[in-house]
């Protein structure tokens, strides 16, 4: 969610260096900074988020480590439980694409995490 917004807030604070700046070398030398400090606070929030999934998927308890993918699993089994007509004809639309929103989102969350841990074995070795 946060590197959604990082064009965003970005793009405004390099319009206000852009007024407040006194010549455009300044003006250049903040948004680089600022810009790099965006990616900083990016790249902690992800490195925070892989080691969360990381932890779960060392820890002891069995449901500990499945909870995730067994969410996932019951998310995705509702949508094709829809698609093939076995949940409720009145059913909104949009509650639908939400459901299928939250399934990428969760997909893409695991796949990333994977890759991480696959990369930190790598780096290990």
Known sequence: MWNLLIK???DVVNNIVDKIAPDAGMAEKLKFEITKELLNVDNNVLQA???????????ESWLQRSWRPLVMLTFAALIVAHW????SENLPNDQVLALLDIVQVGLGGYVIGRSAEKVMKEYKN
């Open 8 to 10: 965003p807030i970005s």
């Open 49 to 59: 988020q892989a080691n969360v999934i990381m932890s779960e998927a060392k820890g």
């Open 84 to 87: 093939l007509g076995f949940s």
